[in-house]
């Protein structure tokens, strides 16, 4: 392992002194205009006596209308034994209330021109309704009773359940989710965020009760943030929820808070076993910081700069330069408590090592050497604009306040995303790849052949079974 490390870096050296020469663009090109940030929505935000947070996003001018009951509690919180209890509960939801069938749902919201839908995160559970602006009041009547009052039917749990585990059959069937759900594990250790899906056995195992249970947990008016975008005065919507969702009271204890992650350990590199495979499936990675911690930022020009754009260095490298995979992926994905980051690529399996050690080369580069003021500048670009197209829409916005509010942030950050992103420095970003980019700090998974990628990896140290 110390002799590959050492080989990366001289490489990140030697790149320094041959840096890869930008393409040619056509003359005559415009400059590009300045980057404008998200206006910061007038959130009005208001407290029912009960608890539940409410916040009102009103804009005029388009007859729609989006509102969202965000609660914490999300796989993060499945009990131990019965991971994936997420993935039923946020199905079954759907399929009925005290009063209203699965049918009545949706024939009730399909009125007024209205679709509901139900997810989660690795913190939280989302109901969403979006439609016509002046079906707003029974949008919200639906909601809050799919909220309060679902009724669990026993055909509706064993379809979600049945779903679920055929769900689970086709995923592992691809040599890509083994990968994964082992990286994760590998990464956070017993940690919830380490595991990424049910098994056979908890599907097995789990019964309407415990649904019952998380539900009772997570829906509760004191950890809930009912979020409208739209078309909606505040005042209607405030005596609206207080019809609606004003009554409403917590069953028992609720959500735990989870943990922090656990600290980074030794660099690991784990083998997940595939005979026969023609391919390798590499993963590397490690946690990062969290979206309310001051390099949460720098790390995500850090990354794009690195790997997170088409044109960034890594894709140049192994996919432009060398031709070891098609469609390399690498993401700072966020959750409550920090980030993952994440490298993704299928490489041939005469050149797993090689792949491997040119990842290595470009996390190293980050930290030895400054970004050029046109990689910076193109990064900024990137996010600012990414981030400004994917809030266009109310829908997405809702969407992005939900996840603040679970994050702990405040509504302001939506207007403050792109100014702060501008505000990185080429010298925050060396800093923060020396941070946490370094290659002796991530974790390494790879699924496949091990006879026959076994020489590849051998140089960058002992490969370990994943468990």
Partial sequence: ????LALVAACVVAAAVHAAKPPVMPKDLPPYGQDKPLPTPQVVESRLPNGLTVWVVQRPGFPKVTALLAVRGGSAADPAQLPGLSDVLTETLKGGTATRSAQQIAQELQAVGADLSVNSSNDATFVDVSGLAAGLPTMLAVLADVARNPSFPAEEFELARANALQGLKAAE?????????????????GHPYGLIS????????LTREALVKAWQQRFRPEQALLLVVGAAEPRQVNLAASKELG?????????????????????????????????????VGRPMPGPTEADFYPV??????????????????????????YSPRIGVNASEKGSLLRIRAAVRNEVTGGALLEVFYELDRMGATLPTADELARAKRYLSGIFTLQNQTQGAVAGTLARYWVFGLPPAALGEYVPKVNAVTAEKVREVGQRYFTSRSQTVVIGGDVAKIQAEVAPFGKVEPAP
Avoid at 173 to 189: C, I, K, L, M, Q
Avoid at 311 to 325: A, P
């Fill in 1 to 4: 392992m110390k002799r590959a």
């Fill in 173 to 189: 069937s691809t040599p890509e989710f083994a990968v994964d759900r082992a990286f994760s594990a590998a990464v956070y250790g």
């Fill in 198 to 205: 049910g098994t056979e056995a908890s599907y097995a195992a």
């Fill in 247 to 283: 009554s409403w009271k917590g069953i028992g204890d609720g959500v735990a808070a989870t943990p922090a992650p656990p600290p980074l350990g030794p660099t690991k590199i784990l083998a997940v076993e595939r005979p026969g495979s023609v391919q390798s499936e590499v993963r």
């Fill in 300 to 325: 995500q020009v850090a990354n794009t700069i690195f790997g997170g754009a088409f044109s960034s260095r890594l894709v140049e490298n192994i996919r432009e330069d060398k031709g070891y995979t």
